[in-house]
């Protein structure tokens, strides 16, 4: 399914409700996007005002286990922040468009950065489980993109240049973030497939070859339209187990379990970023 001529109006009819359902005393300038196990950055908002998908008209439901399904609003060190408790996926058999709809939605709340963050398959050598990594570019193998469609000229052109995607000042921010509180941030390309199967070792090296140092199923619907609309985009991926075919089998319950365990780092090193908004 192709997404609507006026998807603008449809971003607007969300932002607005979002607004009027949980009214907040000071806009968010800072949006996050949580992955898989990764929604415990919550836990430090300052009065977290807290609102399920289900309210919030045209937003996605999220179905996977280990995404709550709920909006955060607060503050973290100060700053209002927002923050998506889980996310849906292209393989949950919604349109690209539809994946990235929320990530819309919060640039049109007035963010000044969106964090998108992701559990990811490591496969560089030093990507082990446990290890953060900076999103730096990206290899799309979804095969598909939510640019597709009719362009709403209102949100952003039909031709979008991607030399700096992930947002070079961002990173540097993560970078000085990461200094700060002493969190060791590895730096890499993302590879984005299809899923939900995870990838065969054959796959693996094909990425490994093509320059990707992590694989996951997530984030680069959600970057290309945040950047459509003009928004600075920065990505983190909690590495929590090594690609296929370079370690163990894989298990969905081991890659929320080593990102809850990564989380006091994960959420240290987001506070951090944070911070440099002050
Ligand atoms: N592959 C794809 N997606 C993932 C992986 C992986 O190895 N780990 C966590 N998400």
């Known amino acids: 399914m192709l997404p609507p001529a006026s998807l603008s109006s449809l971003v607007d009819t969300s932002a607005s409700a979002i607004q009027t359902l949980l009214p907040y005393a000071s806009p968010p300038r800072v949006g996050f996007i949580l992955g898989s196990g990764l929604g415990m950055l919550v836990e430090r908002f300052e009065n977290p005002g807290l609102l399920p998908y289900a309210q919030i008209p045209h937003f996605p439901p999220s179905s ?11 503050h973290l060190g100060g700053i209002a922040v927002v923050a ?3 996310r849906t996926h292209g393989y949950e058999g919604l349109a690209p468009w539809q994946t990235a709809f929320p990530a819309r ?3 049109r709340l007035g963010i000044q950065a969106l964090v998108l963050t992701n559990a990811a398959g490591g496969i560089g050598p030093d990507m082990k489980p446990g ?3 900076a999103i730096v570019d990206h290899l799309n193998f979804s095969g598909a993109n ?3 469609g009719p362009n709403d000229e209102t949100l952003g052109p039909r031709f979008l240049d991607l030399s700096h995607l992930y947002c070079p000042q961002l990173l540097q921010r993560m970078r000085k973030a ?3 509180r002493s969190v060791v941030l590895r730096e890499g390309v993302y590879a984005m497939m299809a899923g939900p199967s995870y990838e065969t070792p054959a796959e693996i090296r094909m990425l490994r070859l093509l320059g990707a140092q992590a694989v996951g199923m997530s984030t680069v619907y959600e970057a290309l339209a945040a950047h459509h609309m003009g928004t600075p985009v920065a990505a983190l991926s909690c590495i929590t187990n090594l690609a296929a075919g370079l370690g163990p089998l894989l298990s969905h319950s081991e890659v929320t379990e080593v990102s809850a365990q990564s989380s006091a780092r994960f959420c240290d090193l987001l506070e951090g970023f944070v911070q ?3």
């Open 178 to 180: 990461a200094h700060a």
């Open 105 to 107: 939605v919060l640039c």
């Open 146 to 148: 939510p640019l597709t």
């Open 131 to 133: 290890e953060l990594m």
């Open 84 to 86: 998506m408790q889980g």
């Open 64 to 74: 996977v286990q280990g995404h709550a399904g709920r909006l955060a609003f607060g």
């Open 276 to 278: 440099t908004f002050t």
